[in-house]
């Protein structure tokens, strides 16, 4: 689907990044300490906070996935996000105030403290991996769609946008990466806005015929609510949403290190909840423009999206459709969803090189050493994720790489079954925990290697093949498994070993202990 943008979408496309990268000068002469530059000085308010975890969790795959999700008669990619608010509400009024007085900066500081070097380097190793995955696919993703909307070479784009985010987060440190995803944020809702308004009111007979279309071919539908955790059923997607929430804003630097950047703990809870409640609406407009896509076809004439999968059908409709200008807006706003996960990844790469590794190793190095070096890890992850964008589009997909990221799964499953242990479960050591995680590292491998097909020389095939001892259940499901196991072993074998005392402030109870003494 390549086609030629009027040269004022081009502009506005272009002038979106030259803004981004001007905008990184605007903070870069703040970006004076380690405090500025990871967690912009504790000065930032709490709306601007919950915007930009907002546009965070938002991202270029959220664009095109869900509209391509709805388009084909399912909403159930919306019940992991339904679940964030639930789980939200019962634990982010003691998870903040205990990272804001647990760490420094590094979430996996916490680990350490509550169990060990080990532990810490396990969850930070973790986060490294996973991102570094989700980074190659939402750059990869983002670039394949702009160079398919502009006809430039993909390349070329991975390249543009590579740069643009390395820099504002090289300049401007997490201040302005903060401020570029409110702007970005606001951008994202006003252009999905705009497409779900044409939508409904573009076709013939206005939003009561998109309506009576959606009804008539059941499109709105979040899964079957049989018991089954083979198939992908609305209670799989439900408890793997449960624990997706818990790992986000618990366990993932991204979200944690938002925190710091509060003036108070109150400010980071109001935080944490603005970003979840503006997520989940525009998480559902997503599914609403999906709907309304097939609807318009239906209308319209399906004629012309004949042959198409359901996730090309929303660019189609951007590039064939829009008219000049708001075509532009959109692509921005794309652009701008790409740049405000991109951006958050490369500061959190940082913080945890300089907090986790650096420090540990170096602590009598100065406040500027750190600063310097924070600055050069960004570079180099950008550089890192350019490459890593290049080789999925060299291979057209995951290739090769889906076998690597694959493997990384095995050994950095269980991070939520970790932090629960530590939270809930005072009589938990490390010597139970690392039990824990073995078990889980060994049972992982058996599953990805007996359910996964990667593509090796051309041919999808098992890594694994155990026939009928093969691990059947929904891929949705081994995530839950791996941190249900780390909790539970963990625990039982904890009792294996000497009990030792507990710092009170890293757990649950220490919490409970402090507000009741303060009432």
Excluded at 85 to 90: A, D, F, N, S, T
Excluded at 198 to 214: C, M, N, Y
Aim: charged share 15%; net charge neutral; with cysteine.
């Amino acid at each position: 689907m390549t086609t030629s943008l009027h040269w004022f979408d081009i502009a506005l496309v272009i002038a979106s990044i030259v803004f981004v990268m001007l905008f990184g000068l605007k903070f870069a002469h703040k970006q004076n300490s380690t405090n500025s530059y990871f967690a912009a000085g504790g000065s930032i308010p709490a709306w601007a906070i919950g915007m930009s975890i907002f546009a965070t969790l938002i991202s270029s795959v959220t664009f095109l996935a869900y509209p391509g999700a709805a388009y084909g008669g399912s909403w159930i990619l919306l019940v992991q996000g339904l679940m964030v608010p639930i789980v939200l509400v019962g634990m982010i009024w003691f998870i903040v105030p205990l990272f804001r007085k647990a760490i420094k900066l590094s979430t996996y500081e916490y680990f350490e403290r509550r169990f060990g070097f080990g532990a810490r380097l396990y969850g930070s190793i973790a986060f490294l991996l996973t991102h570094f995955s989700k980074l190659g696919t939402v750059f990869f993703l983002v670039s394949l769609a702009i160079s398919q909307f502009m006809g430039w070479d993909i390349y070329m784009v991975i390249i543009i946008i590579g740069i643009a985010v390395t820099f504002i987060t090289l300049i401007g440190g997490m201040e302005a990466v903060i401020w570029m995803d409110v702007i970005q944020g606001f951008i994202l809702i006003v252009g999905g806005v705009i497409c779900a308004a044409l939508l409904l009111f573009t076709p013939e007979g206005g939003p009561s015929a998109v309506w009576e279309v959606a009804m008539r071919d059941n499109m709105i539908n979040v899964g079957e609510f049989h018991w089954s955790f083979v198939e992908l059923t609305f209670w799989v997607m439900a408890i793997n949403g449960v624990f997706y929430a818990i790992q986000k804003y618990g366990t993932d630097q991204t979200i944690v290190q938002r925190y710091l950047t509060a003036k108070d703990d109150r400010s980071a809870k109001r935080a944490a909840y603005i970003g979840v409640l503006t997520s989940v609406p525009v998480w559902t407009l997503f599914m609403f423009i999906g709907t309304c896509l097939y609807a318009y076809y239906q209308i319209e004439g399906a004629e012309a999206v004949a042959g198409m999968k359901a996730d090309e059908v929303f660019p189609f409709f951007i590039a064939t459709e829009l008219p000049i200008g708001v075509k532009g807006l959109i692509i921005s706003a794309l652009v701008a969803g790409a740049i405000s996960s991109l951006d958050s990844d490369l500061n959190c790469f940082a913080a945890i090189g300089v907090q986790d590794y650096y420090v540990r190793f170096k602590p009598e190095s100065t406040d500027r050493q750190r600063l310097v070096l924070g600055r050069w890890i960004v570079a180099l992850a950008g550089v890192a994720s350019i490459g890593i964008a290049s080789i999925y589009a060299f291979w057209g997909g995951e290739g090769i790489l889906g076998v690597l990221f694959g493997l990384y799964a095995i050994f950095s499953s269980g991070i939520v079954g970790l932090f629960l242990l530590g939270l809930l479960v005072k009589r938990a050591n490390k010597q139970g925990l690392w039990v824990g995680l073995v078990v889980c590292i060994l049972f992982t491998a058996y599953a990805v290697l007996t359910s996964s097909k990667f593509t090796i020389d051309g041919e999808k095939q098992i890594l694994l093949d155990l026939g009928a001892w093969n691990f059947t259940h929904h891929k949705y499901m081994l995530g839950v498994y791996s941190h249900l196991i780390v909790f539970f072993v963990g625990w039982a074998a904890s009792y294996l070993f000497p009990k030792k005392e507990v710092d009170d402030s890293l757990t649950i109870y220490g919490y409970l202990k402090d507000r009741k003494a303060a009432k």
